[in-house]
């Protein structure tokens, strides 16, 4: 298994951005790459994912247009930039990964996909 570690969370006011880094112990090449957040009391919820190869991204409905996901697969990490944040959008966010050779594939939306999951990057959005 990879391991994972986020960084990049942090207090943010409404309307603002953050990026979020994961980066990867070992190569990332042959994952697909997930993001998630939770907020305490609640199940865990799929951001967004992309691919292997990075040519499928999926993302929660909830963030699509505000967040966009990449990857350097050279450089074993994978970002999550996140614009217009609201109040809702404060949870504990998680990069998690799936393995997979198929590179072409869309990534998969449901956390019980993912095997390797980092420790997690708070983000806090004022009002």
């Known amino acids: 298994q990879v391991q994972l570690v986020e960084s990049g969370g942090g207090l943010v006011q409404a309307g603002g951005s953050l990026t979020l880094s994961c980066a990867a112990s070992?190569?990332?090449?042959?994952?697909?790459l997930g993001w998630f957040r939770q907020v305490p009391g609640l199940e865990r919820e799929f951001v967004a994912a992309?691919?292997?190869?990075?040519?499928?991204?999926v993302y929660a409905d909830s963030v699509k247009g505000r967040f966009t996901v990449s990857r350097d697969n050279a450089k074993n990490t994978v970002w999550l930039r996140l614009n217009s944040l609201t109040p809702e959008d404060t949870a504990v966010y998680y990069c998690?990964?799936?393995?997979?050779?198929?590179?072409?594939?869309?990534?998969?939306?449901?956390?019980?996909?993912?095997?390797?999951w980092g420790q997690g990057t708070q983000v806090t959005v004022s009002s």
């Open positions: 070992g190569t990332l090449s042959t994952y697909h």
């Open positions: 998690a990964a799936h393995p997979s050779p198929f590179s072409w594939k869309v990534p998969p939306t449901g956390s019980e996909e993912y095997d390797s």
């Open positions: 992309i691919n292997s190869g990075g040519g499928a991204i």
